[in-house]
T-cell receptor
Framework: QQQVKQSPQSLIVQKGGISIINCAYENTAFDYFPWYQQFPGKGPALLIAIRPDVSEKKEGRFTISFNKSAKQFSLHIMDSQPGDSATYFCAAVFGNEKLTFGTGTRLTIIP | GAGVSQSPSNKVTEKGKDVELRCDPISGHTALYWYRQSLGQGLEFLIYFQGNSAPDKSGLPSDRFSAERTGGSVSTLTIQRTQQEDSAVYLC??????????????FGPGTRLTVT
């Protein structure tokens, strides 16, 4: 049973545009929602994370929006740059337990 | 400071051979995780160590897979009698359970295993 659903599978955005990736979860016990960025040949790197007691968190050009009642959260990348081209994974975790990952979104920023 | 390190970075082995993959977590991190990343399955959890507690082995796909963590630090993932479907990138992550952090898991670069 897939507990974290992620969309879209791939996304192409023009430089300077807004990239939006969506995730939905099922387990209401999850209490921490990180996003990971992965470049080819590298391990996933923590990008930004949110707890369910806030509706939005912003770090630079990256923003997480969180809707607890809908059990959905999304990553917004403002002013997208070619260097943002990577695969993005949303995840959810309860406490210090294992991460449950979404299926990933391959983001390509075109000039 | 040093991040999570894994060795080897690449491993090619023949079907039926045993392999050992090593993970050095971030110093002081009490929790250590193994995940597997493959084209068909995405990122999937394998096993989790937390301090001196019994490990959570619920993600291990078969009894050919085992892992140990010695002295609460370095971990070794062992795959016996490797099969072609074991080909994947094996990722290790560690986290701190201190009050100052919120259980962020930091990943190593992975070991790419190819079974021929």
């Amino acid at each position: 049973q897939q507990q974290v659903k992620q969309s879209p599978q791939s996304l192409i955005v023009q430089k300077g545009g807004i990239s939006i990736i969506n995730c939905a979860y099922e387990n209401t016990a999850f209490d921490y929602f990180p996003w990971y960025q992965q470049f080819p040949g590298k391990g996933p790197a923590l990008l930004i994370a949110i707890r369910p007691d806030v509706s939005e968190k912003k770090e630079g050009r990256f923003t997480i929006s969180f809707n607890k009642s809908a059990k959905q959260f999304s990553l917004h990348i403002m002013d997208s740059q070619p260097g943002d081209s990577a695969t993005y994974f949303c995840a959810a975790v309860f406490g210090n337990e294992k991460l449950t990952f979404g299926t990933g979104t391959r983001l390509t920023i075109i000039p | 400071g040093a991040g999570v390190s894994q060795s080897p970075s690449n491993k090619v082995t023949e079907k039926g051979k045993d392999v050992e993959l090593r993970c050095d977590p971030i110093s002081g991190h009490t929790a250590l995780y193994w995940y597997r990343q493959s084209l068909g399955q995405g990122l999937e959890f394998l096993i989790y160590f937390q301090g001196n507690s019994a490990p959570d082995k619920s993600g291990l796909p078969s009894d050919r897979f085992s892992a140990e963590r010695t002295g609460g630090s370095v971990s070794t993932l062992t795959i016996q009698r490797t099969q072609q479907e074991d080909s994947a990138v094996y990722l290790c992550a560690s986290s701190s359970t201190g009050l100052a952090t919120y259980y962020e898991q930091y990943f190593g670069p992975g070991t790419r295993l190819t079974v021929t």
